[in-house]
Protein backbone atom coordinates (compact mmCIF):
# COMPACT_ATOMS: atom_id res chain seq x y z
CA UNK A 1 0.00 0.00 0.00
CA UNK A 2 0.77 3.82 -0.70
CA UNK A 3 0.61 6.24 2.16
CA UNK A 4 0.16 9.90 0.58
CA UNK A 5 1.02 12.64 2.95
CA UNK A 6 -1.19 15.54 2.23
CA UNK A 7 -0.35 19.21 3.17
CA UNK A 8 -2.39 22.25 2.73
CA UNK A 9 -1.50 25.42 3.30
CA UNK A 10 -4.75 28.42 4.51
CA UNK A 11 -3.60 32.04 3.72
CA UNK A 12 -5.64 35.25 4.52
CA UNK A 13 -6.00 37.79 2.08
CA UNK A 14 -4.07 40.62 3.10
CA UNK A 15 -5.56 43.41 4.69
CA UNK A 16 -7.08 46.57 3.37
CA UNK A 17 -8.58 49.58 4.47
CA UNK A 18 -9.44 51.74 1.62
CA UNK A 19 -12.72 51.48 2.31
CA UNK A 20 -12.78 53.56 5.32
CA UNK A 21 -14.20 56.98 5.85
CA UNK A 22 -14.65 59.82 8.33
CA UNK A 23 -18.16 61.66 8.67
CA UNK A 24 -19.12 64.74 10.61
CA UNK A 25 -22.00 65.03 12.61
CA UNK A 26 -22.44 69.09 11.18
CA UNK A 27 -22.38 69.70 7.56
CA UNK A 28 -23.01 73.34 6.46
CA UNK A 29 -23.08 76.33 8.44
CA UNK A 30 -22.40 76.21 11.97
CA UNK A 31 -21.60 78.48 15.02
CA UNK A 32 -18.21 79.90 16.66
CA UNK A 33 -18.54 77.38 19.90
CA UNK A 34 -20.64 74.39 18.24
CA UNK A 35 -19.31 71.18 19.16
CA UNK A 36 -18.65 68.66 16.13
CA UNK A 37 -18.64 64.59 16.20
CA UNK A 38 -16.30 63.25 14.23
CA UNK A 39 -16.78 59.52 13.46
CA UNK A 40 -13.96 57.16 11.43
CA UNK A 41 -15.15 54.04 10.66
CA UNK A 42 -11.91 51.49 9.98
CA UNK A 43 -13.21 48.96 7.59
CA UNK A 44 -10.94 46.14 6.87
CA UNK A 45 -12.10 44.13 3.79
CA UNK A 46 -8.91 41.88 3.72
CA UNK A 47 -8.97 38.82 6.03
CA UNK A 48 -5.78 39.22 7.66
CA UNK A 49 -6.17 41.63 11.37
CA UNK A 50 -3.96 44.67 10.58
CA UNK A 51 -2.21 47.02 13.55
CA UNK A 52 -2.93 50.23 12.62
CA UNK A 53 -1.81 54.28 13.67
CA UNK A 54 -4.40 56.90 13.23
CA UNK A 55 -3.41 60.34 13.39
CA UNK A 56 -5.97 63.25 13.57
CA UNK A 57 -4.18 66.93 13.55
CA UNK A 58 -7.06 69.55 14.51
CA UNK A 59 -6.60 72.38 12.51
CA UNK A 60 -6.46 75.94 13.60
CA UNK A 61 -10.20 76.68 14.06
CA UNK A 62 -10.78 73.50 16.71
CA UNK A 63 -9.98 72.44 19.81
CA UNK A 64 -10.15 68.98 21.43
CA UNK A 65 -13.66 69.02 23.51
CA UNK A 66 -13.53 65.55 24.07
CA UNK A 67 -11.25 62.86 22.70
CA UNK A 68 -13.29 60.15 23.35
CA UNK A 69 -11.39 56.81 21.61
CA UNK A 70 -7.87 58.73 20.87
CA UNK A 71 -5.27 59.64 23.57
CA UNK A 72 -5.18 63.81 22.97
CA UNK A 73 -1.07 65.04 23.16
CA UNK A 74 -0.60 68.40 24.52
CA UNK A 75 -0.49 69.75 21.45
CA UNK A 76 -3.96 68.83 20.41
CA UNK A 77 -2.97 65.84 18.45
CA UNK A 78 -5.23 62.85 18.56
CA UNK A 79 -3.84 59.60 18.19
CA UNK A 80 -5.33 55.97 17.85
CA UNK A 81 -3.00 52.68 18.05
CA UNK A 82 -4.97 49.38 17.79
CA UNK A 83 -5.78 46.31 15.38
CA UNK A 84 -8.52 46.35 12.69
CA UNK A 85 -9.79 42.32 12.63
CA UNK A 86 -9.82 41.05 9.60
CA UNK A 87 -13.62 41.76 7.15
CA UNK A 88 -14.83 44.20 10.57
CA UNK A 89 -14.80 47.66 10.96
CA UNK A 90 -13.90 49.63 14.24
CA UNK A 91 -15.16 52.45 14.85
CA UNK A 92 -13.48 55.40 16.57
CA UNK A 93 -14.91 59.07 17.56
CA UNK A 94 -13.90 62.19 19.10
CA UNK A 95 -15.51 65.69 19.75
CA UNK A 96 -14.40 69.17 18.82
CA UNK A 97 -15.49 72.79 19.42
CA UNK A 98 -15.05 75.37 16.62
CA UNK A 99 -13.11 78.05 18.14
CA UNK A 100 -14.43 81.35 18.96
CA UNK A 101 -15.05 84.32 16.99
CA UNK A 102 -11.47 86.18 17.99
CA UNK A 103 -9.83 83.02 17.15
CA UNK A 104 -11.79 82.62 13.71
CA UNK A 105 -11.35 84.77 9.79
CA UNK A 106 -13.60 87.18 8.79
CA UNK A 107 -15.77 85.39 5.63
CA UNK A 108 -16.63 81.80 4.99
CA UNK A 109 -14.76 79.15 6.29
CA UNK A 110 -14.23 75.45 5.73
CA UNK A 111 -13.76 73.47 8.37
CA UNK A 112 -11.39 71.08 7.10
CA UNK A 113 -9.79 68.07 9.21
CA UNK A 114 -7.98 65.21 7.92
CA UNK A 115 -7.15 62.31 9.83
CA UNK A 116 -3.95 59.83 8.83
CA UNK A 117 -4.44 55.85 8.85
CA UNK A 118 -1.09 54.01 8.61
CA UNK A 119 -0.97 50.24 8.90
CA UNK A 120 2.75 49.94 7.58
CA UNK A 121 1.97 48.04 4.77
CA UNK A 122 -0.41 49.94 2.35
CA UNK A 123 0.04 53.50 1.37
CA UNK A 124 -1.45 55.65 4.31
CA UNK A 125 -4.76 56.88 3.53
CA UNK A 126 -5.87 60.60 4.01
CA UNK A 127 -9.26 60.66 5.66
CA UNK A 128 -11.75 63.63 5.04
CA UNK A 129 -15.68 64.07 6.03
CA UNK A 130 -17.16 64.31 2.64
CA UNK A 131 -19.62 67.53 3.41
CA UNK A 132 -17.19 69.46 6.22
CA UNK A 133 -18.75 71.93 8.29
CA UNK A 134 -18.23 76.01 7.22
CA UNK A 135 -18.52 78.74 9.44
CA UNK A 136 -18.62 82.24 8.87
CA UNK A 137 -17.42 85.15 10.48
CA UNK A 138 -18.52 88.79 9.22
CA UNK A 139 -18.17 92.07 10.65
CA UNK A 140 -18.46 95.75 10.29
CA UNK A 141 -15.45 98.61 10.12
CA UNK A 142 -16.79 101.64 11.55
CA UNK A 143 -14.86 104.75 10.42
CA UNK A 144 -13.62 107.12 13.16
CA UNK A 145 -14.97 110.78 12.67
CA UNK A 146 -13.22 113.36 14.93
CA UNK A 147 -14.68 116.97 15.29
Request: charged share 10%.
Amino acid sequence: TTDYVWSFTTEASPSDLSTSIKSASASGSVKPGDLITYTISLTNTGGADVNVMVVDVLGSYYTVFNALDFTEAPTGTLSWLGVVPGHQTVTLRFVARVKGLGELPFGVTVLANTATVDDGINPTLNLVAANPPTVAVYGNYLPVIRR
